[in-house]
DNA sequence: ACGGTTTTGACAACCGTTTTCATTCTGGCG
DNA sequence: CGCCAGAATGAAAACGGTTGTCAAAACCGT
């Protein structure tokens, strides 16, 4: 079994960006595979759930999927016109986000951080147009 | 025109935590105003255009809404059991930010950060149940 | 090969959001 | 005051992504 689910985790390994679920059955669809969204949809979920995958959601409610390359906690660097995203640690946030809430007596302290911008490669083509 | 727009920044300006458009609207409803959906979708939309509110997705899609006090740049530290938030500042992470996008060479650096705890209070409540 | 279980996928249901469009309000002007 | 143009409103339909349903297909140990 799950040759389906290895074949959802292929794509996003050699993926470099977030893909969207519907991106990614496109893309098995254009390859030949014959799978149906719903096994997208699962396959997904069980890998996220075994903590193989990343999900968050776009700002238009698009969920959105990436194998990570790093096992422990991590963040993004997106850049927001191409995609491409870069594993980024930051030692620095979790301390601050851990002071943070204790500082207000909140305790069980998780964060979400992201950081978006623009790649050199993009940045290069805005201005060269 | 006295828009329903302010009423709707009424709603907003006496809640503690995030909103939901839907949230929002029942309470209009409750409270007798009449109101339909959609205005109170186009109301949030643009108060957040305006940027007079703050807008982000819930993980399971939906949109949520707040007013901010603070007019500058900041970030939320939310009870995930109640929903309390708090504005806090971040200098560190600002600078944190904008150093591991110029690392990456990425530009116009931009980000997210979500803080979740346990408040006081419901911590209180958990342990004690 | 044979039952029982799991996986699959076409399709419909869902849900929050957005669009459409006819109606209502508003404010200026003759 | 009456009228019209433009903006605002809201009911209902459309939309898009996601999730549920359920029968058919694949898989398994026997």
Not at 3 to 20: K, P, Q, Y
Not at 48 to 75: F, K, M, N, P, Q
Request: hydrophobic fraction near 40%.
């Amino acid at each position: 079994m799950t040759n389906r689910r290895d074949a959802v985790r292929e794509i996003l390994a050699h993926s470099e960006g977030f893909r969207s679920a519907q991106d990614i059955y496109a893309e098995m669809r254009a390859h030949g595979a014959k799978i149906g969204l719903t096994t997208v949809y699962r396959a997904l979920q069980a890998l996220a759930d075994a903590g193989h995958i990343d999900v968050l959601r776009t700002d238009d409610g698009e969920s959105v999927y990436r194998a990570c390359v790093t096992g422990g906690h991590h963040h993004h660097l997106v850049c927001r016109r191409c995609g491409r995203t870069v594993e980024v640690a930051g030692p620095a946030v979790e301390r601050w986000a851990d002071a943070v809430g204790a500082e207000h007596g909140f305790t069980a302290i998780t964060h979400t951080v992201e950081v978006f911008g623009t790649c050199p490669s993009c940045s290069a083509v805005a201005s060269a147009s």
